[in-house]
T-cell receptor, first 111, second 112 residues
């Protein structure tokens, strides 16, 4: 089982709709979770971090964490074509300093 | 506020050669981590430097080595290059034990 798993997509969403991206992780004691956005040919950009169960909102982005289910998600409201990118879920494994990434979900927003 | 910088942007090397990649962390950051990203995959952790010492290492062979300087900048060295070392090499910086890491633009290494 991979440490962090994401559906590789592609996920296609119409402009203005809500895009929902999902991630599961295997280490039950992980405490820190991140979402990065990566445009084609560019480096990952940190867009959200979440440490506690529940929802965290930042503008059009909402991160959701459920530690009991070992599940973290990212919702993008009012999706824009500029949101088209690969979204990487990353987890800090307990006791380590390294980020462990999923393979990323490719999101396309259709005008 | 200067972000993370990396050099060079692109590099082409021949199998068996050695390469050095450089990274300057974001202003105020003291920790540098290096990642390798193959096409279509998520970044893979190589190692992390803090206070000029390697604090943690991923599953990479000894051909991969690094260094951190007193000004917190860092180098990644790869010896005896293999075709499979072709990838985007990413440097990320953070402050102390804060987990939020910010990436530089990366160095695209091609081994022929």
């Amino acid at each position: 089982q991979k440490e962090v798993e994401q559906n590789s997509g592609p996920l296609s969403v119409p402009e203005g709709a809500i895009a929902s991206l999902n991630c599961t992780y295997s280490d039950r004691v992980s405490q820190s979770f991140f979402w990065y956005r990566q445009y084609s040919g560019k480096s990952p950009e940190l867009i959200m971090s979440i440490y506690s169960n529940g929802d965290k909102e930042d503008g059009r982005f909402t991160a959701q964490l459920n530690k009991a289910s070992q599940y973290v998600s990212l919702l993008i409201r009012d999706s824009q074509p500029s949101d088209s990118a690969t979204y990487l879920c990353a987890v800090i494994i307990q006791g380590a300093q390294k980020l462990v990434f999923g393979q990323g979900t490719r999101l396309t927003i259709n005008p | 506020d200067a972000g993370v910088t990396q050099s060079p942007t692109h590099l082409i090397k021949t199998r068996g050669q050695q390469v050095t990649l450089r990274c300057s962390p974001k202003s105020g950051h003291d920790t540098v981590s290096w990642y390798q990203q193959a096409l279509g995959q998520g970044p893979q952790f190589i190692f992390q430097y803090y206070e000029e010492e390697e604090r943690q290492r991923g599953n990479f062979p000894d051909r991969f080595s690094g260094h951190q300087f007193p000004n917190y900048s860092s180098e990644l060295n790869v010896n005896a290059l293999l075709l499979g070392d072709s990838a985007l090499y990413l440097c990320a910086s953070s402050f102390g034990r804060r987990y939020e890491q910010y990436f530089g633009p990366g160095t695209r290494l091609t081994v022929t």
